[in-house]
């Protein structure tokens, strides 16, 4: 028997490809939100509704509504901006947004704070610098991401060509956008077809992620998406094709063990030219097959789980008219940025700047790195890269600058720390925006890491690349399962502890110890550390250790991340 619909489809349906009622929301000026169904529709726009949660006991004391205000994330395929376009952002940021610039781990641009009254505003200014929000967020195919150092140039330029062409391909063609953020000519509707050949009415059963990434470096974690493009190349460099990759995710919820993390399967190769077809005959197989009862169930991957890997390759072999080939070899080595210079192919230099937890300001008394970065752009040829690790890349510096820009990145902090810990590290945003957040991520863990740095330094680990990544609640948007260490916020000042993921970002994390605070976050690792430094074999990543010395089970996927927990480990 049909199941009945989640609500979000009878919104989609109704919403008149995507408009609602948010231009009347818009113009509304008695309150600082907008209704609960518009606030679903938005996110296609490429905003969320928030409102601040540090304020929120005050302002019910005061019987205020709640400091309400948007998050807008930009669509930038590949990480890659213009200094032009930087600029542009950052202007917006101190002048619509709460001064603050946040880059994401899926290379985007989270501009935070935004009021209703300034909403139209700041989208003009995203569009004047040729930038847009269209499909951010929502259940659509999201920002297409591909691996952000220029270093290896030719197959690096491939990337990036691929990622922009699936993203132009895979964008929503809805006119809504251009009405009610540019006051653009409100265009009649028709048939579905017409207006949104790939996606129809409903648009996709959930969220969908692309990403293409280049070998050796899996620093965009092609594992963690739905839809993956993996470049073969031939001995001199050039991409022979494709390796896809389909049915990663990292979502799950605490206590309910259908719901789980899992990594991508390489479902075959393709040639470049057959690319764009098997991605939409991916998004569109998802379109029909995906869950749009249950949208804890909806992902990519419980679609491949339910109907099996088989089956669905051969619909979407079926409905790109392309038979897919064995997949070939390849191997990758780390998750991590690789800091400092890298020379490009032209003479030119690259180079990789630690953000911490990807958030940009500046700081009263302190750092100034809004307006260092702004300096920098202000004169600087090249482009702005962002990574999939919430850093930056200041690409294609001629010789002649490179001093000038790497002692202007120092004094603001924003070149690589000494802790091997610390240059791995990721948390997500969470409080006090995230509507979601069961506890603190970004502003905790750099604290957290300074604890933990003392014990590695104890223990003579200080240097050693350890993958740690923090999310503040089970949803896994800094992809924790994924870090050798994941610490995942369980409620306020507490934390599940996941280890035994792969430092190459191949191999799920295991639940080690639950409801950890802070003090014992760091009991928990200490041994851990001190029996790491005692007993590794030569070159032996500290998650591959923590499986070989008997602290947890490996995870072979999704299927089994719940089950195998070690005894006398996790509660
Ligand atoms: Fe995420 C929801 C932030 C990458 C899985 N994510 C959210 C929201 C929008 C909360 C909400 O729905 O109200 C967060 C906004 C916080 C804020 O105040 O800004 C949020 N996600 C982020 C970012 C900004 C984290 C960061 O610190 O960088 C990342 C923005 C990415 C981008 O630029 O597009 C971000 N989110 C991810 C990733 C990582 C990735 O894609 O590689 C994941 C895990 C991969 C995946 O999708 O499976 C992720 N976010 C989620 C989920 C769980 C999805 C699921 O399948 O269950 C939610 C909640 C949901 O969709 O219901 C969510
Ligand atoms: Fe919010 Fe949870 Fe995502 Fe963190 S992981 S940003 S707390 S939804």
Excluded at 355 to 368: F, L, T
Aim: net charge neutral.
């Amino acid at each position: 028997m049909p199941q009945e619909l989640s609500r979000n489809e009878r919104i989609k349906e109704a919403s008149d490809y995507l408009r609602g009622t948010l231009a009347e929301g818009l113009a509304e000026d008695i309150t600082g939100s907008i209704v609960e169904d518009d606030a679903q529709l938005v996110k296609f726009h490429g905003m969320y509704l928030q409102d601040d949660r540090d304020l929120r006991s005050e302002r019910t004391r005061k019987k205020l509504e709640k400091a309400f205000a948007f998050m807008i994330r930009v669509r930038i395929s590949g990480g890659v901006l213009t200094p032009q376009q930087w600029l542009a952002l950052d202007r917006v940021a101190r002048v619509y947004g709460n001064g603050t610039m946040r880059l994401t781990t899926r290379q985007t641009v989270q501009l935070h704070g935004i009021i209703k009254s300034n909403l139209k505003s700041t989208m003009k200014a995203i569009d004047a610098a040729l930038l847009g929000s269209i499909a951010a967020c929502g259940d659509v195919n999201r920002n297409v991401m591909c691996n952000p150092n220029p270093f290896q140039s030719r197959a690096h330029a491939a990337a990036l060509e691929l990622a922009r062409a699936v993203s132009d391909h895979l964008t929503p063609r809805t006119p809504a956008y251009r009405e009610i953020w540019l006051d653009g000519e409100r265009i009649a509707g028709g048939e579905d077809e017409v207006i949104e050949p790939i996606y129809g009415k409903t648009y996709l059963p959930r969220k969908f992620k692309t990403v293409v990434a280049v070998p050796p470096h899996n620093d965009v974690d092609v594992f963690a998406h739905d839809l993956g493009f993996i470049a073969i190349l031939d001995n001199e460099g050039h991409v022979e094709g494709w390796n896809v990759t389909v049915g990663g995710g990292m979502g799950m919820t605490h206590g309910e063990p259908d719901t789980y993390p899992r990594t991508a399967d390489v479902m075959g190769f393709c040639r470049t030219r057959d690319a764009l077809s098997i991605a939409e005959s991916v998004v569109t197989v998802q379109r029909d097959w995906g869950d749009r009862a249950n949208r804890k169930h909806a992902r990519l991957k419980y679609t491949i789980e339910d109907r099996g890997l088989a089956a669905f390759r051969a619909e979407v072999e079926r409905r790109a008219g392309v038979l897919l080939d064995a997949s070939r070899p390849f191997k990758f080595t780390s998750t991590c940025d690789r800091y400092g210079w890298s020379a490009g192919e032209n003479g030119r230099g690259h180079l990789t700047l630690f953000v911490e937890n990807g958030r940009i300001s500046d700081v009263k008394g302190g750092a100034q790195q809004l307006a260092v970065l702004r300096k920098i752009a202000e004169s600087h040829s090249g482009d702005i890269r962002i990574t999939a690790n919430q850093n930056l890349i200041i690409a294609n510096v001629p010789v002649e600058r490179q001093a000038e820009i790497e002692k202007l990145a120092a004094d603001a902090g924003l070149l690589a720390p000494w802790s091997g810990l610390r240059r791995n590290a990721m948390a997500c945003v969470a409080l006090p925006t995230c509507g979601l957040a069961l506890a603190e991520s970004e502003r905790y863990l750099p604290d957290l890491i300074g604890a933990l740095d003392e014990r590695l330094a104890a223990h003579g680990l200080s240097a050693d690349d350890i993958v740690i990544r923090m999310t503040g609640c089970p949803n896994g948007c800094a992809r924790p399962y994924l870090a050798e260490i994941g610490l995942v916020g369980k409620g306020p000042g507490r934390y599940n502890l996941y280890l035994g993921a792969a430092f190459d970002g191949s191999r799920l994390s295991k639940l080690y110890a639950e409801d950890l605070d802070h003090k014992a976050i760091v009991a928990a690792l200490d041994p851990l550390f001190a029996a790491y430094a005692g007993q590794r074999n030569a070159g032996e990543r500290f998650g591959d250790f923590c499986i070989r010395a008997g602290f947890i089970a490996a995870t072979t996927n999704g299927r089994d991340f719940h089950a195998n927990v070690k005894a006398g480990t996790a509660a």
